[in-house]
């Protein structure tokens, strides 16, 4: 559990260190919250290894929007 003062923190920040500016903020999750996304991400991933035709669209879909937006980024 992380703790700050003595009580437990619900969130957790990521901080820039030159501006103090606060970049992202989390939300500390239990053991089980945290244990239920692993198992959500482990189901996806075993039903997008199996569909390669979907993972080349998704990849050419991508490089496609990169190159649109490539002054942007």
């Given at each position: 559990?992380?703790?700050?003062g003595g009580?437990?923190?619900?969130?957790?920040?990521?901080i820039?260190?030159?501006?103090e500016?606060v970049?992202?903020?989390?939300?500390i999750?239990t053991?089980?919250q945290?244990?239920?996304k692993?198992?959500?991400?482990?189901?996806?991933?075993?039903?997008?290894k199996?569909?390669?035709?979907?993972?080349?669209?998704f990849?050419?879909?991508?490089?496609?929007e990169?190159?649109?937006?490539?002054?942007?980024?």
């Amino acid at each position: 559990m992380i703790e700050k003062g003595g009580a437990a923190a619900t969130e957790l920040k990521t901080i820039n260190p030159a501006t103090e500016e606060v970049i992202n903020q989390y939300e500390i999750m239990t053991k089980e919250q945290i244990n239920d996304k692993v198992s959500k991400a482990r189901d996806a991933f075993n039903e997008w290894k199996k569909d390669s035709d979907k993972r080349t669209d998704f990849i050419h879909d991508f490089a496609q929007e990169l190159k649109k937006n490539k002054e942007e980024l």
